[in-house]
C-alpha cells in the first residue's frame, strides 16, 4: 500500500509534500519582497543597496532561486522594518491551499 505520502496514492496532497509547502512559503515571502518594494518606490538595484547585499544576490532571492534560510528571512525583514513570523500549527488549523479563483 502507498504511504499517503507518495504522490501515487490517491490520498495524496499537497499540503503533504514538503517540497511543495516549502516552496509555496519561498513565494509569498518573496511576494511580500515585492510589496514592500512597490509601498516604499524602490527597484532590484534599491532593494540590494538596502540590504547590503548584490544586486545579483538580490535578484535570485526575488527570483527564488537563492536558498532562502530562516536567518536571511529575518535579516531581509529586519532591514525592510518588517517582521517575519514563523509558525507550526495543527493540520486542522493550516491555511487551505486553493487555486486562485482570478486565474
Do not use: W
Not at 61 to 90: F, N, Q, Y
Amino acid at each position: 500500500m502507498a504511504s499517503k505520502d507518495d504522490p501515487l496514492n490517491p490520498k495524496f496532497t499537497l499540503e503533504n509534500d514538503p517540497i511543495f509547502v516549502s516552496g509555496y512559503l519561498r513565494a509569498e515571502f518573496v511576494e511580500d519582497i515585492h510589496s514592500v518594494m512597490h509601498e516604499q518606490g524602490m527597484d532590484s538595484c534599491r532593494l540590494a543597496e538596502k540590504l547590503g547585499m548584490t544586486l545579483f544576490r538580490a535578484d535570485n532571492i526575488l527570483g527564488e532561486t537563492e536558498v532562502l534560510t530562516i536567518d536571511l528571512a529575518a535579516e531581509i525583514a529586519c532591514k525592510l522594518g518588517m517582521r517575519v513570523s514563523l509558525r507550526m500549527l495543527p493540520r486542522n488549523e493550516r491555511m487551505i491551499i486553493k487555486k486562485d479563483s482570478h486565474g
